[in-house]
Nanobody, 125 residues
Framework: QVQLVESGGGLVQAGGSLRLSCAFS????????MGWFRQAPGKEREFVAA????????VYADSVKGRFAISRDNNKNTVYLQMNSLKPEDTAVYYC??????????????????WGQGTQVTVSS
């Protein structure tokens, strides 16, 4: 079974940076499109970014475009989310997501089948 374990969250001041990591195990990582979602208190979970199986294609939510970068290392079975110029409104629990069909489109529309437990990111003003 696929397991996703996020790390790298924490408390940072506005304007700062964090890099989230998601370790994938249980299946062949390079067969899966990957993504990141987030959920702020009192709000629905929302799409943040997605990356294709090879890493050659990426998609971002408008709210993070130009500030966040998703990447993956298929040798390390890990997907990353580099977050720069953080804002207080980026405060949320961030979740890693995987689609077994390898579809970025599915991730952007509703998320793939597998989810991590989440890591808290708090941005202070």
């Amino acid at each position: 079974q696929v397991q996703l374990v996020e790390s790298g969250g924490g408390l940072v001041q506005a304007g700062g940076s964090l890099r989230l990591s998601c370790a994938f195990s249980g299946r062949t990582f390079s067969n899966y499109a990957m993504g990141w979602f987030r959920q702020a208190p009192g709000k629905e979970r929302e799409f943040v970014a997605a990356i294709s199986r090879s890493g050659g294609s990426t998609v971002y939510a408008d709210s993070v475009k130009g500030r966040f970068a998703i990447s993956r290392d298929n040798n390390k079975n890990t997907v990353y989310l580099q977050m720069n110029s953080l804002k207080p409104e980026d405060t949320a629990v961030y979740y890693c997501n995987a689609d077994p069909g390898g579809s970025i489109a599915i991730i952007t529309k509703r998320g793939g089948a597998y989810w991590g437990q989440g890591t808290q990111v708090t941005v202070s003003s």
